[in-house]
């Protein structure tokens, strides 16, 4: 089946660092998320890209929609400690079945 | 609004038993996704309806688990019997349309069958 392949598996970063994590997949997607997960809470939807290319910020964090359609970024700046979690991305191919495919996720902790 | 609700938040249950998870999409909302998280497997689809009708239950691990939304403001995840390998956390998405999926998650349920 589809598969998303999502990197690192963790990050530990010190506060004030750059952070940077990407998906890929072997599939072309029509749709790319960026969700994050806090300790004991669902996932909450950060950033959402619809078109190849396109390059999108929220504050500090921005993700880019990969020219092939197989691959996206998340970038986060001057982390800070309330980004601690586990970021994950999730892709969604033509069609609008519904369904979306998630990555293993980005477990990002960082130091005060 | 306020958001997805799930309910129980935690269930501790024995093997064996029966077990139902609930969920209150957004109103308005016409799509609702189940999930399940776990460490090995990661967010898994488990079914998904629209305007109540199941549409897609090819994750739907085994026959004990079972789906059902009544009307548009509600809906169960049955599993019975419960077996250990059915802990995990279950998660209710909704969302209106698909144009855009950008599915709103509830706060999750974590299940531990002993």
Known sequence: ???????????????????????????????????KQDPGEGPVLLIALYKAGELTSNGRLTAQFGIT??????????????????????GQTSG????????????????? | DAGVIQSPRHEVTEMGQEVTLRCK??????????????????????IYFNNNVPIDDSGMPE?????????????????????????????????????YNEQFFGPGTRLTVL
């Open chain 2, 63 to 99: 026959d004990r688990f079972s789906a059902k939304m009544p009307n548009a403001s509600f809906s169960t995840l049955k599993i019975q019997p419960s077996e250990p390998r059915d802990s995990a956390v279950y998660f209710c998405a909704s969302i209106w349309g698909l144009a």
């Open chain 1, 1 to 35: 089946g589809q598969q998303l392949n999502q990197s690192p598996q963790s990050m530990f970063i010190q506060e004030g660092e750059d952070v940077s994590m990407n998906c890929t997949s072997s599939s072309i997607f029509n749709t790319w998320l960026w969700y």
């Open chain 2, 25 to 46: 999409p957004i109103s308005g909302h016409d799509y609702l996704f189940w999930y399940r998280q776990t460490m090995m497997r990661g967010l898994e689809l488990l």
């Open chain 1, 96 to 112: 609008n079945t519904g369904k979306l495919i998630f990555g293993q996720g980005t477990t990002l902790q960082v130091k005060p």
């Open chain 1, 69 to 90: 359609r197989k691959d996206s970024f998340l970038n986060i700046s001057a982390s800070i400690p309330s980004d601690v979690g586990i970021y994950f991305c999730a």
